[in-house]
């Protein structure tokens, strides 16, 4: 084991942290990870050679004290977290842990107001300059966005919808400077680093959690505002895939829209739950025939598959508008009248 003698690299420990688990654990975490770095795991993995007892112990142990510190951060924020490990490693290992994962472990801005009632939260922003609301939006649970965006006047919904949107990175100045407002009107500020929020998939998430009146209103205006972000939040509201949230009725009725070719290439790579699903709601022969020219197709391209599934999920949504089929999202959609 020679090649251990001068400490393991980040990804040779998670290459033997995965092996040590076994492969039923490992495949569960595979699913969080990103196509690239599956793909740097696995060639880890497959260069590993015998591991000692002594390397993966010590790989486990430090994984364990890294889950604890996280724990502690999550329960009390950076101080409470280097105190509680202080106490239960010693200072300098404590120290050695919170230098080492300083940047992952850094408090996200606005944790109080995560912890907030949305109504109260509602009260002291509402008033607020819109690019001031969306940024505290950014870093809110989705949830609680979607409450506060939805109670918003309709003539300020879209224009903060707007700005989370295209919001990318913020000075920790500014949001010191927020936090600082905020915190005396509700909590103690926390620590602050350069930091990421807000963007599409942030707004996507909102939405998906509002009635469908608010994103009606909001998407509506949009369109008129920037057409081409509107265009890119309506490819992320509703995926291929969650097809598999639909009932049967709704299938049955997008079903007798869209064209046999791409229902063909769309399932080229669609799951077994949206497979199944859509069979289901086919007569036996319209099955065998879609298996059929799906058999009779043979490989195609990923670029090809992907643009049926986006005209597929077209005329879903366009069903949707016209109130034909119904689409679960939060809010008061799931009352049947």
Do not use: W
Request: charged letters at 30%; a negative charge; hydrophobic letters at 40%.
């Amino acid at each position: 084991m020679a090649r251990y003698k001068g400490g393991l690299t980040g990804k040779e420990k998670a290459a033997v942290l995965l092996v040590s688990l076994g492969t039923e654990r490992a495949s569960e975490i595979y699913k969080h990870l990103k196509e690239e770095e599956i793909e740097q795991l696995t060639l880890e993995i497959a260069n590993l050679r015998r591991v000692d007892s002594e390397v993966k112990d010590s790989v486990i142990e430090e994984f364990y004290e890294i889950c604890l510190a996280k724990n502690y951060i999550a329960e009390g924020g950076i101080d409470y977290a280097k105190e509680v490990l202080e106490k239960a490693l010693g200072g300098d290992k404590a120290l050695e842990l919170i230098n080492k994962l300083t940047s992952s472990l850094q408090v996200r801005p606005f944790d109080f107001a995560r912890k907030a009632d949305s109504t109260q939260l509602l009260n002291f922003i509402q008033n607020e300059h819109p690019q001031t609301i969306a940024l505290i939006m950014a870093y809110l649970r989705p949830q609680q966005a979607a409450s506060i965006l939805s109670s918003l006047p309709e003539e300020k919904q879209a224009e903060v919808a707007t700005r989370i949107a295209l919001m990318d990175s913020t000075s920790p100045e500014i949001i010191k400077e927020v936090e600082r407002v905020l915190e005396n009107k509700l909590s103690s500020m926390v620590t602050s680093d350069f930091t990421t929020a807000g963007g599409i998939e942030a707004i996507v998430e909102i939405l998906l959690s509002v009635d469908r009146g608010t994103e009606k209103n909001i998407m509506e205006s949009l369109e008129m505002r920037d057409g081409e972000l509107a265009d890119e939040i309506k490819k992320r509201m509703f995926v291929f895939e969650d097809i598999v949230t639909l009932d049967n009725r709704s299938v049955q009725r997008f079903l007798r829209e869209v064209d046999n070719s791409d229902l063909a290439l769309a399932l080229k790579s669609s799951s077994e739950e949206v497979s199944r699903i859509i069979f289901s709601n086919m007569s036996k022969r319209l099955q065998d025939m879609l298996k059929e020219d799906m058999e009779f197709m043979g490989p195609v391209r990923l670029r090809d598959v992907e643009d049926a599934q986006q005209r597929i999920v077209n005329v879903i949504r366009r069903l949707e508008d016209a109130g034909e089929i119904v689409v679960s999202r939060g809010g008061g959609d799931e009352v049947i009248v």
